[in-house]
């Protein structure tokens, strides 16, 4: 079974409008940590936001929050005000437990593509 | 300079030939992973040296062999590979032990296989 979803292969979205990239995830541990990652056609991957399992309050970075629904077992990420910059593909990841060694389980992506 | 560098930034080799890919972090992290991204799949980890030990995705060919040298250094061998192989290869690193561990990722080696 897959540990995460990402059911949007790709996105559009305006200029300057908000948009939402849906993230579902499956595991039974109570410790977790949920991140999303941006990779622009250059390739690097670049961290963007982390939830862990036990935060009460949806993380926020900038332009960048969170929604953590965690008995939906969703994490969604939201961006605020498109630039057209944010064009990229979006990698929604788990690491289940709290443990050094435990590897970083990623989803396939959403292709996002803002427009003028 | 950017906090992980990898080189070269694109490779084409034969079936034949055997080349190593390159990764350097400026970090101070203690661990550093090996990615492999095809199309329309997800990333699939293949090799993690994490607090001076290695763990491995058993799935991954005997054809990649990884090396790491020191905390800052990471090669992967490469030999005999198949049109298959054919990826973008990620390198990673990050501060282990810490629960909102973040990984680092380089520019990626853009592989060719003919």
């Known amino acids: 079974a897959q540990k995460i979803t990402q059911t949007q292969p790709g996105m559009f979205v305006q200029e300057k409008e908000a948009v939402t990239l849906d993230c579902t995830y499956d595991t039974s541990d109570q410790s977790y940590g949920l991140f999303w990652y941006k990779q622009p056609s250059s390739g690097e991957m670049i961290f963007l936001i982390y939830?862990?399992?036990?935060?009460?309050q949806n993380a926020t970075e900038g332009r960048y929050s969170l929604n953590f629904q965690k008995a939906r077992k969703s994490a969604n990420l939201v961006i605020s005000a498109s630039q057209l910059g944010d064009s990229a593909m979006y990698f929604c990841?788990?690491?289940?437990?709290?443990?050094?060694?435990?590897?970083?389980?990623f989803g396939k992506g959403t292709r996002l593509s803002v427009i003028a | 300079e950017t906090g992980v560098t990898q080189t070269p930034r694109h490779l084409v080799m034969g079936m034949t030939n055997k080349k190593s890919l390159k990764c350097e972090q400026h970090l101070g992290h203690n661990a550093m992973y090996w990615y492999k991204q095809s199309a329309k799949k997800p990333l699939e980890l293949m090799f993690v040296y994490s607090l001076e030990e290695r763990v491995e995705n058993n799935s991954v060919p005997s054809r990649f062999s990884p090396e790491c040298p020191n905390s800052s250094h990471l090669f992967l061998h490469l030999h005999t590979l198949q049109p298959e192989d054919s990826a973008l290869y990620l390198c990673?690193?990050?501060?282990?032990?810490?629960?909102?561990?973040?990984?680092?990722f380089g520019s990626g080696t853009q592989l060719s296989v003919l």
């Open positions: 990673a690193s990050s501060l282990a032990g810490t629960g909102d561990e973040k990984l680092f």
């Open positions: 990841a788990m690491r289940e437990g709290f443990s050094g060694n435990t590897p970083l389980v």
């Open positions: 939830q862990g399992s036990y935060d009460e």
